[in-house]
């Protein structure tokens, strides 16, 4: 199969990276040319002016970019990359959207012969590196069947959870999951410092209980040092916090935790942390 990769973000460029190295034909656009071109250097392959130019031959194409306008933009709009893709040709967003959108693009896609699929990835920077990012898909099994051998070059795990939208609102309860589990991990770590509790030795006893979990297994140790370059920024988990919230007040679901978080990350990005990674929740307590 060939393949188009749109958009070489900190997510894309590792994951086309893993497209390239299982032997699949790719071409890249990223809306910074530069960026694409120093990806091109890196890896031998080929890169288009247009997202039109980078589709047109393919028959998967993938997305990850910052939101619901930037997917339109590079889908949908003037050289976009749905008009262009031949017929029975697969996209892929695995740009964390709404499922609005996603419903959108699968009707856009069925009118135009094509197939899609909307497939939010989880386990951040680290795991888009390591090519062990996790997928939560929407649309028909037909078409994740066609799509997998590209998806599993840069996933440990994926799994179609039910029709166009289902893999977005599947990202959403990720992001509402995590957000309550940062907070905790948080508090617990201000309560352990105010208290005169050791922070390794703390972590490395109760980790191995029932409070144990990926954040507090990856984050306390650079939590402890006070320091937030690791991972996915706050500005992007209150992009994505916000799609969730918005969807509750549509659906009826309570999430006041959520909502509390939100206004947490809030203050931080108000401080100057919108860069920061999500474990810097912790300043609010710790910074003056």
């Known amino acids: 199969m060939k393949v188009a990769f749109i958009g ?15 032997g699949f034909e790719i071409c890249v656009f990223n809306r910074n040319a530069a960026r694409a071109e120093q990806w091109c250097a890196e890896h031998g392959s080929d ?33 976009g990359a749905l008009a262009a893709m031949k017929p029975g040709a697969i996209l892929v ?13 699968a009707q856009a896609a069925q009118q135009q012969g094509k197939q899609f699929l909307d497939a939010p ?11 062990a990012l996790t997928v939560m898909i929407g649309g028909d099994q037909s078409t994740v069947d066609l799509a997998k051998p590209v998806i599993d070059c840069y996933s440990r ?9 289902h893999g977005q609102l599947a990202k959403m309860v990720n992001q509402i999951c995590i957000a309550g589990v940062v907070q905790g991990l948080a508090e617990g770590l201000s309560f352990a410092m105010k208290a005169g509790l050791e ?23 650079t939590m402890l ?48 942390g919108g860069r920061w990674d999500t474990s810097s929740l912790l300043t609010r307590y710790t910074r003056e």
């Open 8 to 22: 070489l973000g900190v997510m894309g460029y590792p994951m086309a990276g893993h497209v390239f190295r299982a």
């Open 47 to 79: 890169m288009a002016p247009t997202p039109a130019e980078a589709a047109k031959n393919a028959d998967v194409v993938l997305v990850c970019v910052g939101n619901d306008d930037d997917v339109r933009a590079v889908v949908l709009g003037e050289n």
């Open 93 to 105: 967003d695995h740009t964390t959207a709404s499922a609005e959108l996603a419903r959108e693009l």
């Open 121 to 131: 990835v989880s386990g951040g920077q680290a795991g888009a590196e390591n090519g």
């Open 157 to 165: 795990f994926s799994k179609l959870l039910g029709p166009a939208g």
């Open 199 to 221: 922070g390794e030795a703390l972590i490395e006893t109760i980790s191995k209980g029932a409070a144990g979990s990926w954040q507090m297994e990856n984050r306390y140790q």
């Open 225 to 272: 040092q006070d320091q937030y370059e690791f991972g996915f920024a706050v500005d992007w988990m209150r992009k994505d916090l916000g799609i969730a919230l918005a969807e509750a007040a549509k659906n009826g679901a309570e999430l006041p935790i959520t909502a509390l978080v939100d206004s947490f990350y809030q203050e931080v990005q108000a401080a100057g």
